[in-house]
């Protein structure tokens, strides 16, 4: 999710009876704590793909930053209250993270691996809605604040429900329609009964849509996975590709040759209905082998 929509989720948790003058403040923060990786932005974006949503996104940090937050509030006196809200805050950003298709590595430092439910999309604009919704509601109505935030919670589970519904009958329809031996569903933006698909079988994989209200599937591509190519080897070896291979869970690299040049593009097939080029690593060879250029674009 994106960080607006975890300060709203902050600051709907912090109407739900917690009434002590620094709880929102608390909330706010450790709601929002975990996006303190965005910091290796600075270090290329493929660095930001490879670190965000790790070490601050783990188990370690789940139990060790709301303590540093409930120290910063609560040295005093209140530490275990602000330990807990912060835990919540904490908690909830982690599990909004873990719904949506990014990945997460949820139990680091103890395992690197991703883990996501693909449920929603990187930005869902009905949860950001409804969550905004619900500040304004309690700004207005400050009486029943707690009522409006218990009500907004228990909406934001049951949508969660729904698209866990909706995920599975789409993957079964899809198993209906098409044999393969994987299937991975992705969501899309905006969007409810229909799903983004890769599929694979044997060398052959299949990407597209599987629509549950027109009851169609639609394969807009194939890919054949190719023998060993030098070219593709060589591009592993650098840091970009490196970084993008450690993020991609469906990578998937095509090469061209032009001018003396190889261009060597490798996509992540689970963002691959994004028009133009997201989540693409390239890099440039000569004729000699020697890198031109290399870089990634989210």
Not at 50 to 56: D, F
Not at 237 to 261: D, W
């Given at each position: ?145 707690v009522a409006i935030s218990a009500i907004t919670i228990i909406l934001l589970i049951a ?21 393969a031996n994987t299937y991975k569903m992705c969501p899309l933006p905006n969007d409810f ?24 599937v639609c394969v807009q591509e194939r890919y054949v996975v190719a023998e060993k190519d ?69």
């Amino acid at each position: 999710m994106d960080p607006i929509t975890h300060v709203l989720a902050g600051a709907t948790i912090a109407k739900l009876g917690f009434k002590r003058k620094a709880a929102i403040w608390v909330l706010l923060l450790s709601s929002i704590a975990p996006d303190l990786d965005y910091i290796t932005r600075f270090w290329g974006t493929d660095i930001f793909l490879r670190y965000h949503r790790g070490i601050t996104h783990g188990i370690l940090a789940l139990f060790l930053f709301p303590a540093i937050i409930a120290l910063i509030f609560g040295l005093k006196r209140g530490f275990f209250y602000y330990y807990f809200i912060s835990f919540l805050g904490y908690g909830a950003h982690l599990l909004m993270d873990l719904t949506n298709q990014y990945g997460t590595r949820i139990l680091s430092p103890l395992d690197w691996e991703q883990f996501s439910l693909d449920l929603t999309f990187i930005i869902d604009p009905y949860i950001t809605a409804g969550l905004f919704l619900c500040v304004i509601l309690w700004r207005f109505n400050k009486k029943k604040a707690v009522a409006i935030s218990a009500i907004t919670i228990i909406l934001l589970i049951a949508y969660m429900g729904g698209r866990y519904y909706l995920h599975d009958r789409t993957r079964d329809f899809l198993k209906e329609n098409l044999e393969a031996n994987t299937y991975k569903m992705c969501p899309l933006p905006n969007d409810f009964l229909r799903w983004w698909f890769i599929v694979k079988s044997g060398d052959e994989i299949k990407v597209g849509f599987a629509d549950l209200f027109t009851k169609r599937v639609c394969v807009q591509e194939r890919y054949v996975v190719a023998e060993k190519d030098p070219a593709i080897e060589r591009s592993k070896e650098t840091r970009v590709v490196k970084n993008f291979l450690y993020f991609a869970k469906y990578p998937y690299a095509e090469v061209k040759s032009e001018k003396g040049k190889t261009t060597v593009i490798w996509r992540e097939l689970a963002y691959s209905f994004m028009a133009g080029e997201h989540f693409v690593a390239k890099v440039v060879f000569d004729e000699q082998g020697k890198i031109l250029k290399s870089g990634f674009k989210f």
